[in-house]
């Protein structure tokens, strides 16, 4: 258990709609940014104290699983649950839900505080342990073994998704991944057009992150997507974020996807067209 939690309420927008007609995964991450702000504010740490003393949060891993999609206007509860482990690093814990109690998404955040001169602080004194699959969800992410091609794009991040901080929180790198995805999927063929013929597509069900070097806004980047493997009604993606020269790796993402029939929105195995296009970027198409 942890002495630190606190619950806010909100409502999803239209605005917050993606062009599947779903609640973007950014949007309950900014959400749960704001209820650990308003823990933080809590205890002594509100908003213009962060700012005045320069404390900044680096996103050091991630992860979100989604169960029930969205809609707008659709209330939503967004607890905090904080878990500090020293050396500046909270784990926080956020599993939302709608009113009647059915679950929406469970995110997960490894964050560290640094003060202005990038050393980290503990904000909040009293460490507490965090559960044994919170730190599961936070898995190591496998490296690039090299058995199949990547997808590799140019990408300008954008000054504009920096936080009041100045730089990047977390749905903002989640912006650069769900970019990628789709970049991915239209450069290798599966466009709009595609899709509604063979009447299959890619519902994003969730991902573990892993964050190793800061990105400074409006850094020119370089996105490597390919497939990890599929598994009957399953995709898993694989995203590595590095700068134009592949040399210097910023942050890592592996997905979990469903394949879903478009017209009925239930899952479906894969036709061979879908196979065929992904064959060469698959990592283990056999497994």
Known sequence: MTPYSHTISGRARFADLDPQRHVTSR???YFAYEARHRLLEQHDYPLQRLLDEQIRFRPRAGYVRFVNQQYPDNEMHVPAAAYPTGDGRIIWDHALRQPDDAPICRIVQELEAV???GEPI??????AEPETELRDFLHDIPAFGGQCKRLSL???SLMSDRSVSGD???GALWRIFEDGRTLFGERIGLTYELIQEIDT???FMGATFHYFQAIAPGTPLRIHSWLERTDKIRAY????VTDLSGETLYMSAQEEHLIVSLSRS???RAPQQFYDMFGDYTEFPDS
């Open 27 to 29: 949007t309950y991450e």
């Open 115 to 117: 003060n202005a001169a």
């Open 122 to 127: 503990d904000l909040l004194a009293e460490r």
């Open 154 to 156: 140019e990408y300008q």
């Open 168 to 170: 990047y929180a977390p």
């Open 201 to 203: 597509t890619l519902f």
């Open 237 to 240: 993606m694989r995203q590595d």
């Open 266 to 268: 239930r899952p479906r």
